[in-house]
């Protein structure tokens, strides 16, 4: 439980960003293959809570559970998250759509998670959006970590991807799908 503190910027390739974590000596935590559920009521309550539910699987069964809320603000996207291990998405997803719940959305990416100093640096790979950098910690810790890779922390989006993922949508004319790899 805690306090997520990040900033999203858009990059036009990863490999440049992701020698230069290795120069620096940044940690390669690995790269997977990411499938998320995105889930709400029929009614949407939790998206009108400004609520994200999510189930996340990096191969395998096993997966995530992540609860979102807006937080308090401040420089960098901040939101507070819950997070739990659960032994399998397929069960959980039915337990959801038990109780009312339903998928709203399901996205994939290609993710690399490295650690440098005292931040999470993920290199997201997303089908049709495009690459992404996200540096997670502290707002101090995020300016430092972006300079060390050449990115200017002040061009962060803060909407998050469906929230692109709609306007990319929109701006083709296309009605609303799923995000995920041919």
């Not at 990040?6 to 790269?31: C, H, N, Q, S, Y």
């Amino acid at each position: 439980m805690g306090m997520e503190i990040e900033a999203k910027l858009r990059v036009a390739d990863l490999r440049p960003i992701a020698e230069k974590l290795r120069r620096l000596g940044a940690r390669d935590e690995g790269t997977v293959l990411e499938r998320n559920w995105v889930l709400d009521s029929d009614d949407n309550r939790l998206k009108g809570w400004d609520v994200l539910l999510r189930i996340r699987t990096s191969g395998g069964d096993e997966a995530v559970l992540t609860v979102k809320r807006r937080g308090d603000g401040g420089e960098f996207k901040t939101r507070e998250e819950v997070e739990s291990r659960v032994d399998s998405a397929e069960v959980l997803l039915r337990q959801f759509e038990m109780t009312g719940f339903r998928t709203v959305w399901i996205y994939e990416k290609k993710r690399s998670t490295w650690t440098w100093r005292d931040c999470e640096v993920v290199l997201d790979e997303l089908p049709e959006l495009g690459s992404f950098v996200e540096i997670e910690g502290e707002p101090e810790a995020i300016r430092r970590v972006a300079a060390d890779i050449g990115l200017n922390p002040d061009d962060h989006i803060d909407d998050n991807y469906l929230g692109l993922w709609q306007k990319h949508l929109a701006a083709r004319g296309e009605s609303e799908r799923h995000m995920v790899f041919a």
